[in-house]
């Protein structure tokens, strides 16, 4: 589904996206401007991914023994990649 929307961006912004249409890059503003959005949306939850991984694990260890930095650095890694793959990156 397609919803129309208008919007309002910056003189540099327009040259750029029709820049990249010119070059084949894009078949339209429109799809630049999408393909912007589909960029953000997947950093924003990549971002929320990671602050839930955080969150889980100030939780889980505030529940737990005390470890040292290498194995606290492990864990987070770990949880991290979890909830990146829970959103699928």
Avoid: C, H, W
Avoid at 23 to 52: C, D, F, H, P
């Amino acid at each position: 589904m397609t919803v129309k929307a208008s919007v309002s961006i910056s003189d540099q912004q327009d040259a750029f996206a029709r820049r990249l249409v010119e070059e084949g890059r894009y078949s339209s503003v429109s799809a630049v401007v999408q393909q912007g959005l589909e960029l953000l949306r997947e950093q924003t939850e990549m971002k929320e991914a990671e602050l839930a991984a955080l969150r889980e694990l100030i939780e889980e260890r505030s529940k737990g023994p005390f470890l040292n930095a290498e194995e606290s650095s492990r864990r987070i890694d770990a949880l991290i990649a979890r909830k990146k793959a829970e959103y699928g990156f």
